[in-house]
């Protein structure tokens, strides 16, 4: 491979033996590089793995000794590790290069690529994205932040990488070049991490680096580049001045109707502006949307993410469990409740992760019908409407709203949309997910 000799001779340290760190170990055994793996958990993932991929090699979970951290060229560090820990300041300090893997990829890959980032909405876009792409005849695949790590990918035989990243992976990211790229959305999320919304919002438009094609959501600033390097810009949303333009049931195109939202599987306005985003993205590869339309509108979306589990009678249960923030349970709301009908029952909660949660007290005392909260932070939430039902478990927030949707005859949605991660509760918020399928398929 190529520019592969920038890590050879190298003494590299990789902190955090999670999925993207396995992924760095595997792919530098591979081609003979020696990494040293450091984790500050005792009971650290994937230990086994590490052991028998490594088994010449340095393994140190727990306390983590400084002294001998720093004795190395290049730090990778994963993205669940902040920046900000003492071990890697005294890296920074000691002028060692840190990186990600992401960035490594960058380094090495010689292959087109379309990035996505936001607080909402960017799995079902990279995915929505990439079965676009293939449609249309390019050999494409989806990687990053959507759970297959980049490194695992960059060797493959293919035209078109589909990257999902999060905030944390572009910190550590600053070489990736991309054909087009976007910022979706930026709503209240992991402000544990950040300074505040501006510096999340900063963190996200690092995407727009190297792009030649920027996409942005004109109805929200902190998605708009900031650089001058850019060679087009395009706006997708419902402003007149959008490129890509949501006009009652039509979306256009510089000005020009290409599609009905009627036409398309996803559902709610937030998806209607997934779609768009799409179009935009795949523009400068595709510039006729007919190329891949079939697909575009028989997508039918991605588990947890506003996924119909059931109807029973004039009920339909709806899992957007990967709503982890207030940003997409907004969005999810909004886009499925737009008059008085249907009655929305909404089940909400989690651990916030410190963001504020009064963002949703307009829409849940105007759009739903009746709340149920649960987990760390659901009386923060309960509080934020009057007669809400605060319950103990997922499984009794199941059966409350099984009892409040037969109380009257009328079209009604049950939506778990936490607004909340699952973490206090469940190992992820699909675990979560899946559990509300097994109560909704019990009933």
């Not at 339309?293 to 506003?306: I, S």
């Amino acid at each position: 491979m190529k520019n592969l000799a920038q890590f050879q001779q190298k003494r590299i340290t990789i902190l955090g033996a999670g999925l993207s760190g396995l992924s760095c170990a595997r792919f530098f055994t591979k081609h003979g590089i020696t990494c040293r793996v450091f984790d500050s958990r005792v009971q650290a993932p994937n230990q086994d793995e590490l052991k028998a991929l490594l088994p010449e090699t340095e393994l140190f979970f727990g306390d983590i000794d400084v002294a001998q951290f720093i004795q190395t060229d290049i730090l990778v560090v994963s993205p669940g590790v902040s920046l900000l820990q003492p071990e890697i300041q005294s890296c920074m300090h000691a002028g060692i290069e840190v990186l990600g893997d992401v960035e490594i990829f960058a380094r090495l890959n010689e292959k087109p690529v379309i990035a996505i980032t936001g607080s909402n909405g960017k799995s079902t876009v990279t995915q929505l994205v990439t079965d676009c792409a293939n449609a249309a005849g390019k050999k494409a695949v989806a990687a990053g932040n959507i759970g297959i790590p980049v490194l695992d990918v960059v060797e493959q035989d293919v035209d078109l990488f589909v990257l999902e990243l999060s905030s944390f992976q572009l910190e550590t990211t600053s070489s990736l070049v991309c054909v087009s790229t976007s910022v979706l959305n930026v709503s209240d999320d992991h402000m544990e991490r950040y300074d505040d919304l501006a510096h999340y919002a900063q963190v996200k438009r690092r995407i727009y680096k190297n792009a030649q094609t920027a996409v942005y959501f004109c109805e929200d600033q902190f998605t708009k580049p900031d650089t001058d390097t850019i060679q087009k810009r395009l706006s997708f949303g419902g402003g007149r001045e959008a490129q890509y333009q949501l006009a009652g049931r039509e979306i256009k195109v510089a000005g020009e109707s290409v599609l009905n939202t009627e036409e398309i599987r996803l559902q709610g306005k937030h998806n209607y502006e997934n779609v768009m985003a799409c179009m935009a993205l795949l523009s400068p590869l595709f510039p006729n949307p007919s190329q891949y339309m079939n697909a575009l509108v028989n997508f039918a979306g991605l588990p947890h993410r506003c996924q119909l589990i059931r109807q029973i009678r004039h009920t339909r249960w709806i899992n957007d469990s990967k709503a982890t923030n207030v940003g997409a349970t907004l969005a999810a709301i909004q886009g499925l409740k737009q008059g008085e009908s249907p009655k929305l029952i909404l089940i909400a909660g989690g651990d916030a992760k410190g963001a504020d949660l009064i963002a949703l007290q307009p829409v849940l005392q105007s759009r739903v019908n009746e709340l149920i909260t649960l987990g760390k932070d659901g009386h923060a939430i309960a509080t934020l409407k009057s007669n809400s039902h605060p319950v103990q478990d997922l499984k009794s927030a199941v059966s409350l709203a099984r009892e409040l949707s037969m109380r009257e005859e009328t079209d009604c949605i049950v939506l778990l949309s936490p607004a909340c991660s699952s973490l206090d509760m469940f190992t992820n918020f699909e675990a979560r997910g899946e559990a509300f399928c097994q109560y909704v398929e019990a009933l």
